[in-house]
């Protein structure tokens, strides 16, 4: 009788967003002669270098990263009698989490008074530093802005009464 191969199974490539936990899923891994249990050594091939916790069960996991990139994994299952599998790979893609824009609170002012607008608690979740700013008027009696580039541009309201809306566009350094 022929002791035969496991099949390591990595599970489905992902993509998670940066500082996200992670786990990886051996699950499907399987032994044609049903030799288990089957003991799981998981170890990253490429990549920025993360902790693995638990690399030897079936579903390690590590926290993401906080910049964009490409993680691989690969595993080898090994049945009761120690025959091993051949590896196979899964890939971890690390994407750039979008910056929360926070426009600042609606405003009430008097004609001719001069109105600054506040993007300052706009921020990144993932830390990508510095971020640039981008006011535009979208609505109502044209005005120019000041430091449109900026997280506190400054306008002059206008001289008759008037709503006027913004819109902040805010982006980070990736």
Do not use: C, H, R
């Amino acid at each position: 009788v022929n002791n035969q191969a496991p099949t390591a199974d990595a599970g489905e490539d992902q993509s998670v967003d940066t500082f996200e936990p992670v786990t990886l899923d051996g699950s499907t891994s399987s032994d044609p002669d049903e030799d288990t249990p089957l003991s799981y050594q998981w170890t990253q091939t490429d990549g920025t270098v993360v902790t693995l916790m638990d690399d030897d069960t079936v579903n390690p996991t590590f926290n993401a990263p906080g910049d964009p990139d490409t993680l691989t994994f690969s595993l080898v299952v090994t049945d009761s009698f120690g025959f091993g599998s051949e590896e196979d790979t899964v890939i971890i893609i690390i994407n750039n989490q979008e910056p929360v824009t926070n426009a600042g609170p609606d405003q009430a002012v008097d004609i001719l008074d001069l109105v600054t607008l506040d993007g300052s608690t706009s921020y990144d979740p993932d830390g990508d530093m510095p971020l640039s700013y981008q006011w535009t008027q979208t609505e109502g009696t044209s005005v120019s802005i000041t430091d449109a580039d900026t997280a506190n541009p400054s306008f002059t309201a206008p001289s008759n009464p008037d709503t006027l809306k913004f819109s902040l566009v805010v982006i980070d350094s990736l």
